[in-house]
């Protein structure tokens, strides 16, 4: 059994973050809660995500959540944001239970920028 | 110890000296006898403890029939703290200790909250050190006890050991003081110190994991009441068989620290200088404790950085975040509170602890490393973090 906090999988998207930063001009949310601060922007064509970036200050599993999450939301309908759940994320890279509730305020951030997207709210 | 890494948390621990190890090795297969024994092979592990006993004393300037082995400094802040309490409780039960001490002893005061003991938790100023105006004025007639840290473990921060001690000796208060991270590091004279009573552990200054002692003052009233028990060894003050091989150890340890300290001290001081140097500049970065103390520890706080993170962006360098012994905690560390941090300032601190092995390429590498970290953490966080 591992005594390291990171996964494998953490530790790499740590370390290489090809997602974070901003699109200028694109529609943004940013939520400040459980101790973190995560910052996502998204741009759209035709209902689906063409590029999406994150800002993030919190702790290593945050920000590996938001790459992953970034990544994996390109390409899908806008729509689906609206109701994205953190659950896949946190059992693959995985999220050890005291940081569910940092995890959660990323899901926050992917519905209310897919609500934002959807219909302006 | 994997050549992937920079080891920079001397603090936390130290390895064997290749020659303590020797000695050690040397002494297990010369006797396998348990010292309390009389026959032949017992006496000489006998011999081999009274050396290391002698060793240990010329470090410290004291008779080598005031100290008992323990195994480490957490069993001697306990024998030292509940027994030296307890001892004097006929007499008082106020006792006083700092905010900023180790677990070891503030949790062994906890204890003694519940057996009826009072205490006081001596407030640190902002750099770390006590005040002895207001630590005299924290004492009271029926005070007993004091116990106060030489040198802080997440700080480095030297306190004034000889003032507050000569207070305590005026009032006849027993004077403990743990000096886990001043032994073998820092020039200490029991023979001029007033301390009572002192906590020592071989594996901060390059010796085995396992074992330590407590110095006990030959004066009157100054005595503990054991705390385990079990057998009649060393005075029934710390029954158990002894460790002949850790105790050869910590003996050798000690005769080599006694050889070095000067030499040592300098190099740690230019190692601090040339980490301070690499990183003071940096906009948000503070030094933390007094900027006089141990020169073996450096502890800052970087302003907009979340702490956990900074600590894994750091890697290969092996820092701390607060006390080894605390650091699964998500808790900020309760002695940077204490000095008046916010809770965001202490849990970005980052505990820098060189040591003999250390090269100033090393901290120059760490230095220019930690600017690197610290602006990927910046460069990733939204405006307005923290």
């Known amino acids: ?121 | 110890m994997t050549e992937d890494y920079i080891y920079l948390d001397y603090a936390a621990s130290t390895p064997v000296d290749p020659r303590v190890f020797d000695r050690m090795r040397a002494c297990s297969e010369a006797t396998c006898a348990n010292p309390s024994s009389t026959h032949a092979a017992g006496r000489l592990s006998q011999d081999i403890i009274a050396s290391a006993a002698i060793q240990v004393a010329e470090l410290l300037n004291v008779d080598p029939e005031t100290l008992v082995w323990t195994s480490g400094a957490t069993e001697s802040d306990n024998l030292a703290i509940a027994g030296g309490a307890r001892y004097r409780a006929h007499r008082g039960k106020h006792i006083v200790t700092m905010k900023t001490e180790h677990k070891a002893v503030t949790d062994v005061f906890d204890a003694l909250a519940k057996e009826g003991f009072e205490i006081t938790w001596a407030d640190a100023g902002a750099n770390g050190l006590l005040d002895p105006a207001a630590f005299e004025a924290a004492l009271r007639d029926d005070t007993q006890f004091v116990s106060i840290m030489f040198v802080n473990n997440e700080t480095g921060v030297i306190q004034d050991i000889e003032a507050l001690g000569t207070i305590c000796r005026q009032r006849d208060i027993l004077f403990h003081v743990d000096a886990a991270q001043a032994v073998g590091k820092l020039p200490i004279d029991l023979g001029k110190l007033p301390i009572d009573l002192m906590s020592l552990t071989a594996h901060k200054f390059y010796g085995p994991k396992g074992v330590g002692a407590l110095y006990i003052a030959d004066r009157p009233g100054c005595h503990v009441e054991p705390i385990l028990f079990g057998g009649g060894q060393q005075r029934r003050l710390r029954p158990g068989t002894l460790p002949t091989e850790l105790i050869a150890g910590l003996g050798l340890t000690a005769e080599i620290a006694a050889g070095r300290i000067d030499d040592d001290l300098e190099h740690l001081k230019a190692l601090r200088e040339a980490l301070w140097a690499g990183i003071r500049d940096i906009e948000g970065i503070s030094l933390n404790g007094d900027p006089n103390g141990f020169p073996g520890i450096l502890n800052v706080s970087i302003d907009d950085v979340e702490g956990e993170s900074l600590l894994l962006a750091l890697e290969p360098l092996l820092v701390a975040t607060g006390s080894a012994c605390n650091s699964k905690s998500q808790e900020p560390s309760y002695v940077l509170r204490a000095l008046g941090l916010t809770d965001m300032q202490a849990q970005s601190a980052i505990r820098f602890s060189v040591g003999r092995p250390t090269t100033v390429d090393e901290v120059e590498f760490a230095a220019g490393h930690y600017r690197a970290a610290v602006d990927k953490l910046r460069g990733l966080a939204p405006e307005n973090a923290a």
Not at chain 1, 10 to 32: N, Q, Y
Not at chain 1, 49 to 60: D, E, L, S
Not at chain 1, 87 to 103: A, F, H
């Open chain 1, 1 to 121: 059994m591992s005594t390291d906090p990171y996964s494998a999988t953490v530790r790499e998207l740590f370390a290489t973050t090809p997602h974070a930063g901003d699109l200028a001009g694109a529609e943004s949310v940013s939520i400040t809660d459980q101790e973190v601060r995560i910052r996502l922007s998204a741009g759209v064509e035709d209902g689906v995500i063409t590029a999406m970036r994150f800002r993030a200050w919190g702790c290593p599993h945050l920000i590996a959540g938001a790459e992953t999450a970034c990544a994996a939301l390109e390409g899908c309908v806008a729509a689906g944001l609206v109701d994205w759940a953190a659950s896949d994320l946190m059992e693959n890279l995985p999220v050890p239970v005291e940081k569910t509730g940092r995890i959660l305020v990323l899901e926050d951030a992917v519905r209310s920028l897919g609500r934002r997207l959807c219909d302006g709210t």
